[in-house]
């Protein structure tokens, strides 16, 4: 994929005045009281306002939250004005009742220099997710230029997050895009080796993209969590009641395969902690991988297992972690998770590049509080997956070229 024009490239003279319509990542978790549990994707959104605002730009930003089917009053954006006033030190951030239309218009005539305006969930359209080419018009008639920060969206062709920047010149990444486009593709295509790669979660279909493309690239794969039982059913393991994919059985074996033929180090846990139901109060012990009991099910690696990966990651350079290793939602069955977070938090005091690409991994590292301690943490779910399958995301493709 070209490197992306940055908004880091623009300076006073190409914002100051000028009407900047931002494209951001605001969905976060709110309570039924409408208070925000996590606001680390407003924190994410602030160094590309703040680098508006400090060149006198006006500043027009636009989001989603969850996914509502029309105009729907507990999806509003509003509860989120008084906590981005405050990230962004900003007496007033000015709330839309709406994302188009007259109103609107009229707030944004009326911005000063520095002002923000958050405009009302653009999901309340359904022209939103069509990419309707009409409503990406009139979004893109109230600004100047556009900045797509929104990198939880970037595998979505919509019309805030590629319908717009048809209709504004220049069209640039923010900040956030750029660091998880440095990361996530530049890592990726140009790893520091030797470069290896931790997947994880509970089904080999949803990452199959995801192992395919790198055991393209990878010196090392590690795989945990509950599709590691596919794998081992495909060797001919018993493997209890553990979740097994029985129509991915072919794939496992091939892939090992591959793996080997490309030279890839692939491990497989060589223990495991079973239980005897799925749920946090279940009775549990460690057995070996390829003795799991009938009744038994496989919810996290064992301490052998943690041991081996942890040894073989310490000889790397670059790491790229996907998906937890157990269900560590439940306490006793979440030291394998615990103990690859720690690993990876060891290994980046040690200069080693570390990379958590997204989803339930970054769940996992934030409940041990190492989220600070890693290279990069991707604020995507499905745009992170989408690139380390090697795809083009939409909402990148739009924008110009550096």
């Not at 509970?202 to 090392?220: A, F, P, T, Y």
């Amino acid at each position: 994929m070209a490197t992306k024009k940055s908004v880091g490239s623009l300076k006073e003279a190409d914002l100051k005045g000028k009407r900047v319509f931002v494209r951001v990542d605001l969905n976060v978790p709110l309570d039924d009281n409408f208070n925000i549990t996590d606001d680390t994707r407003i924190r994410a959104a602030v160094p590309t306002i703040k680098y508006l605002i400090g060149y006198g730009a006006r500043v027009i930003l636009s989001s989603h939250l969850g996914r509502p089917k029309g105009v729907t009053p507990k999806y509003s954006l509003k509860p989120l004005v008084p906590r981005l006033s405050e990230l962004l030190g900003v007496e007033v951030v000015k709330m839309a009742n709406d994302c188009i239309g007259e109103e609107v218009e009229k707030l944004v005539a009326g911005l000063s220099d520095g002002g923000v305006l958050l405009l009302e969930n653009v999901r309340f359209y359904k022209e939103e997710e069509k990419n309707d080419p009409e409503f990406a018009k009139k979004l893109a008639s109230l600004a100047d230029l556009y900045v797509n920060d929104a990198f939880g969206t970037a595998h979505r062709a919509h019309a805030s997050t590629e319908g717009v920047a048809k209709y504004l010149k220049p069209s640039v990444a923010g900040f956030l895009m750029q660091k998880e486009l440095d990361y996530l593709v530049g890592a990726v295509s140009n790893p520091k080796k030797p470069f290896a790669a931790i997947v994880g979660g509970s089904k080999v279909s949803s990452k199959i993209g995801v192992i395919e493309s790198l055991l393209e690239k990878v010196d090392l794969l590690l795989l945990g969590g509950g599709m590691i039982f596919t794998f081992y059913k495909a060797q001919g393991h018993s493997v209890g009641s553990s979740l097994v994919e029985e129509d991915k059985l072919d794939l496992a074996n091939s892939l090992m395969e591959k793996a080997k033929a490309k030279g890839v180090n692939l491990l497989l846990p060589s223990d495991v902690v079973i239980a005897d139901k799925f749920a946090a109060d279940a009775n549990s012990k460690i057995v070996q991988a390829s003795a799991i009991p009938d009744g038994w099910m496989g919810l996290d690696i064992g301490p052998d297992s943690i041991k081996s990966f942890g040894e073989a990651l310490d000889t790397t350079k670059t790491i790229i972690w996907n998906g937890p290793m157990g269900v560590f939602e439940f306490d006793k069955f979440a030291a394998g998770t615990e103990a690859i977070a720690k690993k990876l938090a060891e290994l980046g005091g040690k200069g080693v590049t570390t990379i958590i690409g997204g989803g339930d991994s970054v769940a996992a590292v934030e409940k041990v509080g190492l989220a600070d301690k890693m290279s990069h943490i991707s604020t995507g779910g499905g745009a992170s997956l989408e690139l380390l399958e090697g795809k083009t995301l939409p909402g990148v493709l739009a924008l110009d070229e550096a």
